[in-house]
């Protein structure tokens, strides 16, 4: 790492990880919580490790490291790690498991927003959105699986296709959200009303 006045710093990084992602929150006290995911790209299952820093200077490793992170439309994507402000968490997405963490540290798997190997996330306010192939859902909620799904883009491709980055904008007065999806070079415009979640 280098760093700001140009001279070489230790990394924190182990052997073969790469930083891929980075994900904020501002406390309640108006500090900020920084979390980076590195990913291990030398193997097959592409392991997560998760930092977090409240400075941008000081690191400390996460209490969990990701077996398979593997995301296979896109290895090297950066929507992986959100932070939902609507649940005040931060959440990461690995290949079969979902992890969600209050402080950026100390993580807990989260069966209730776990969707598909490849799904991708984003966040809009209260809404979670995951999109894997040519499906995607949303959710407003940590706490129970309820992965509403978007009936206007769920099959509309061939099984083939395979979503490789979304975008979002925010909520507007309403809560409701509009979601970008483009895989193939065949994008979607999917409208999201606060109501559907």
């Known amino acids: ?71 296979s439309a896109n290895q090297r994507t950066q929507q992986q790690l959100v932070f939902w402000e609507g649940q005040n968490c931060f959440v990461v997405k690995g ?4 992890y969600t963490s209050s402080d950026g ?18 966040s809009a306010g209260e809404q979670l959105i995951l999109v894997a192939r040519n499906h995607a859902r949303v959710t407003i909620t940590a706490t129970t699986k309820e992965l509403v799904p ?6 509309k491709t061939n099984s083939t296709y395979y979503a490789k980055a979304i975008g979002v904008t925010k909520p507007d007065a309403e809560g409701n959200v509009s979601v970008f999806v483009d895989g ?14």
């Open 105 to 122: 540290n100390v993580w807990t798997e989260n069966a209730n927003v776990q969707y598909s190997s490849n799904a991708l996330l984003a």
């Open 95 to 98: 290949a079969a498991k979902t």
């Open 1 to 71: 790492m280098v760093s700001a006045e140009g001279e070489t710093e230790a990394t924190i990084l182990a052997e073969n990880y790469e930083f891929f992602d980075i994900a904020h929150k501002t406390n309640a006290d108006g500090s900020t919580t920084y979390v980076a995911a590195a990913k291990n790209f030398s193997g097959t299952t592409y392991p997560i490790k998760l930092y977090s820093s409240t400075d941008g200077v000081n690191w400390t490793e996460g209490n969990v490291t990701i077996d398979n992170g593997a995301i």
């Open 184 to 197: 193939n070079n065949i994008p979607f415009d999917l409208k999201v009303s606060a109501e559907r979640c």
């Open 150 to 155: 978007y009936d206007e883009f769920d099959g």
